[in-house]
């Protein structure tokens, strides 16, 4: 990328910071900050519970994803937006349940989309005067060449990473029949710098490898914006450790090797060393530029793990509701904010992310909003004992095919709530299980039937949750 195009997007997101933008919600900024923090979302795809060494892993090594675990706070009760991709990623995007945009199940790459009614984390922080860029797997629409290239032309077509707020972008082509076929031919990583778009062009094509790519372009986006005296937020998320399962740069695949390991599990766990390399990188980044300190860490994953993954001590895994399917790794770092080496037993959903993340940059969200998520700041930089909260909502759509090892553990669901220690999940609204998982995480004892109180207040809550409204444009804008 050359660095005068980075230098007009930062000219050009400068006026839009001014007022060319048109404000959808009304957000303001509280008081201000003498030097505004920047902000990095790290979101790995298909990561598990039990794939981190820090989060018990006793099969991958991921010493630089430990040690900036353990500058922040960890925590045991973070739930992703859902057990697959498109629906948990609108939610981190948005800070609501992916079912308020009727999103049951992962993108086709056909005419879905995350609506463009719906405001964004990117817009938010845009406003308040932060450059905004998104690096990585997308996944909600809108890049497919016949959408880019119409947007070029000023014609309509789903909206992009750039059209939900974003100042910069750099994603792979979405949709066939390039991506199914880079997939079918395990060459997603090791060929994906051939087919990618670059702010709704077709970027330059790069023989690196697609993890690599995404961090040296995160790197630049780092130095213009630091070279600007702006803040940033940079959303980079990961295709790792995502089929398909590529052996990845050495000396990653040889350590695995040489400890006798086999087949895809050798692949996934050297793609899961290299992506951990690649933070390290980052990490080393920010702190030869002195900007380490005063940067708000975020890292996570967006549903359980695949096939090749572990959900550590929980139940199912991607595509299924249980535990594994939803309960995943995550982990905030800001020195001297957050309390190093800490951990928090607290529930926390990704819809927090958003008004957590503007609570700690002081940006005042109004109440129009309607988020589903709550700020969790004070547990960030507190972690004073248990935060009592509302009821939280899963929805998806079934999937019979179970994305992770053995049989997908039945009885089927397609809805969940919980609240408190109790998690409920039904068949739509017939309740089918009832866990306490204060004393039972990994879902052994179901206690359906003997709790009768419980399950008439879950019952209730679930149904009017589920007959609850739901924007549908982005089923319906492009038809």
Not at 373 to 390: A, H, I
Not at 441 to 465: A, M, Q, T, V
Request: net charge neutral; charged share 25%; aromatic share 10%.
């Amino acid at each position: 990328m050359q660095p005068k195009s980075i230098v007009v997007i930062f000219i050009l997101s400068a006026a839009l910071a001014i007022g060319v933008r048109c404000q959808k919600e009304k957000i303001q900024s509280t008081e201000d900050i003498a030097i505004p923090p920047n902000v990095i979302v790290l979101l790995a795809d298909d990561l598990g519970y039990g794939d981190l060494s820090i989060y018990g892993s006793q099969s991958i090594e991921t010493p630089n994803i430990d040690s900036l675990a353990r500058l922040g706070m960890r925590f045991s009760s973070f739930y992703a937006g859902s057990a697959v991709c498109s629906p948990s990623r609108a939610c981190l995007l948005t800070g609501k349940f992916p079912l308020r945009f009727d999103i049951r199940r992962h993108f086709t790459d056909e005419e879905e989309h995350l609506p463009t009614s719906a405001t964004t984390i990117s817009e938010i922080l845009g406003r308040a005067g932060y450059f905004t860029a998104h690096i990585g797997k997308w996944h909600l629409g809108g890049l497919r060449p016949k959408d880019y290239k119409a947007r070029n032309l000023g014609q309509k077509a789903n909206p992009g990473p750039l059209q939900h707020g974003f100042d910069h972008s750099l994603t792979s082509i979405e949709g066939a029949p390039i991506r199914p076929d880079l997939i079918n031919k395990r060459q997603l990583y090791r060929q994906g710098g051939k087919y990618m778009v670059r702010n709704d062009q077709r970027a330059k094509e790069n023989s690196g490898h697609w993890t690599e790519i995404k961090v040296d372009e995160a790197i630049e986006v780092i130095d213009m914006s630091t070279k600007a005296q702006k803040p940033f937020f940079l959303n980079l998320w990961f295709d790792v450790p995502h089929t398909p399962y590529e052996p990845a740069p050495e000396p990653h695949y040889s350590k695995y090797k040489r400890l006798g390991v086999q087949g895809d599990q050798l692949k996934f766990r050297s793609m899961v060393s290299h992506l951990d390399a690649n933070i390290g990188r980052l990490i080393r980044h920010l702190k030869g530029k002195g900007i380490f300190e005063n940067t708000l860490i975020l890292f996570t994953s967006d549903n359980g793990p695949a096939y090749e993954g572990s959900p550590g001590p929980f139940r199912g895994g991607k595509t299924d509701l249980h535990e594994g399917g939803i309960r995943v790794p995550m982990f905030a770092v800001w020195k001297n904010k957050i309390p190093q080496n800490s951990h928090s037993f607290n529930t926390i959903h990704m819809a927090d992310l958003l008004p957590t993340v503007c609570d700690a940059v002081n940006i005042k969200i109004e109440d129009s909003l309607n988020l589903d998520g709550k700020s969790q700041w004070n547990v960030f930089t507190d972690n004073e004992g248990y935060t009592l909260r509302e009821p939280l909502f899963w929805q998806m759509d079934l999937y019979k095919h179970f994305q992770n090892q053995g049989p997908k553990p039945k009885p089927f669901s397609t809805s969940v709530v919980i609240e408190g220690k109790w998690k409920m999940l039904a068949d739509s609204i017939n309740p089918v299980e009832l866990f306490n998982l204060q004393q039972d995480h990994r879902e052994l004892y179901n206690l359906l039937g003997s709790e009768p109180e419980i399950e008439r207040s879950l019952s209730g809550k679930l149904e009017d949750f589920l007959q609850a409204e739901r924007n549908r444009s982005g089923f319906l804008e492009s038809n």
